[in-house]
Structure formats: C-alpha cells, structure tokens
C-alpha cells in the first residue's frame, strides 16, 4: 500500500465515533494490530519515517519512505519517496528500502505536500519526530506534538528510550528486531501514546496554564516597574529644579 488510504473520508478530517471492531490489519504483532476498522484522518495521527543515504559518501540523510496512521491504527499514508539528490546508500539493513522500490516512487515535494496536509491542525505522535520533521523540510507546532522520545516518564534516569524498548515495556511487543518498519514503528508509537493519552495529556495542560500564569505575572510586574521609573524621575526633576 503506497497511497493515502481512506484519505479524508471526512470532509472536515474530525474524528469519527469509533465503530466496533471487525477485523485485524497487516501488522505482524496482534498487539499493534488496529483497535478499528476505521481508516479516516483522525485528529490525531502518527508518523514514522525511513531514511536513506545521499551525498557522495551517502552519510547525510534524505527521505526514503514515510508513513502516517491514524488514531486506531490503521495507515492512512505509506510512500516510497525519490530524494531529490542520488541515494549513495539505501541503508536496507535498516531501513528496508531497495533500488526498486524508489523507481517508480513519488517525487520528494508531492510527498511533502501530502503529508503536511495530514498533519496540519492535528495532534502529531511519533518517536524523534524531529529527525522525521527535518528529512521532511516541515515544522510542526510544539503543542500539538507528542514525542515519545521526549515524554518526561519515558526516559531513564535522564536518557532518551529506544522505541523497541518503550514498545517491550509498555505494549509486551517485540519490534526492530531486523529491518525497520514504518507501518509497525507507528502503529508502536500511536499505540504507547494511546496507553498513556490520560496523564499525558493532563499534563501539557498543566505545563500550559503554569506558562499562562507565568506570562500573566510577568504582564502584571511591567506596569508597576514603569510607575515607579515614573515616579522617580519626577522626583529627580523636582529636586533638580530647586538649584535653578
């Protein structure tokens, strides 16, 4: 599958009740397996992306492949990309690519551009999604991005998780054991979030009314400093003003 599935099922892209469940998708592990038949643009979505190698010592990264899965987990994008410069290194050990699989693939703007419509105006899960923002040339805003790279309790003493491990400790699934797969790399990190959405998310909106009050005060406190630079320079003036 390499082409938006069930895209924008809904005109407005909002999410639909979730129907009963009926029938279980490709993915290799029952546990990452969809949560729905439902395949339309949720309004929150996960993407995950494979990199090849460019440059002529193939050690920079280009796009090679990008997938995007809704909030039940089903795949509602998954393109081979062609890098705008030559692949030096398709890095298949890793990252699953082949020669064949780039020849007939989608030109890198297209791809951009179908993805950053995905993506706009929704909430945005993935592991380091900064590396797939970065090979995708796109930004995303920080509010609506959920990182499991980055999420406070996820990480060990400080350190960063491996999505493989966050996978084994949260969802008792076994992933990137060989080749990477987008589709199941997702569908992991939608799945992690999911686990955790409750906390996760009451905690942002904690982290966002403590900037309001902080913003507030800060508002609050200008005025009082610029009244009291007021009241001494009058001051000085006056007291200047008794020498002439």
């Not at 979730?18 to 979505?45: F, K, M, Q």
């Not at 951009?112 to 040339?137: E, F, T, Y």
């Not at 996978?167 to 199941?184: K, N």
């Not at 005025?223 to 003003?241: A, F, K």
Request: glycine share 4%.
């Amino acid at each position: 599958m390499h082409d938006i599935v069930g895209s924008f099922v809904s005109e407005t892209g909002k999410r639909k009740q979730r129907p009963e469940d009926d029938e279980e998708s490709h993915t290799p592990s029952a546990t990452l397996a969809p949560t729905s038949s439902d395949c339309s643009v949720t309004d929150t979505v996960a993407m995950d992306c494979e990199m090849v190698g460019v440059s002529s010592q193939g050690t920079k990264s280009a796009l090679g492949r990008v997938t995007l899965v809704n909030a039940w987990g089903n795949v509602i994008y998954d393109e081979y990309v062609r890098p705008i410069e030559r692949v030096v290194d398709f890095r298949s050990e890793i990252s699953g690519i082949r020669p064949h699989n780039l020849r007939k693939a989608k030109d890198f703007w297209t791809v951009q551009k179908h993805v950053a419509d995905l993506m706009k105006g929704r909430i945005l899960v993935g592991h380091a999604l900064h590396n797939d923002l970065k090979a995708l040339l796109l930004s995303h805003p920080k509010k609506d991005t959920r990182d499991t790279s980055e999420y406070m309790p996820f990480k060990r003493d400080g350190r960063k998780s491996a999505l493989r491990d966050l996978a084994s400790l949260y969802l008792g699934v076994t992933i990137q054991e060989r080749e990477h797969c987008p589709v199941e790399d997702a569908q992991a990190a939608m799945a992690i979030y999911q686990k955790h959405k409750k906390e996760w998310e009451r905690s942002i909106k904690q982290q966002m009314r403590s900037k309001r009050k902080t913003r507030k005060k800060k508002k609050q406190s200008k005025p009082m400093d610029n009244e009291v630079l007021r009241r001494d320079h009058v001051t000085i003036v006056s007291d200047t003003q008794k020498f002439d």
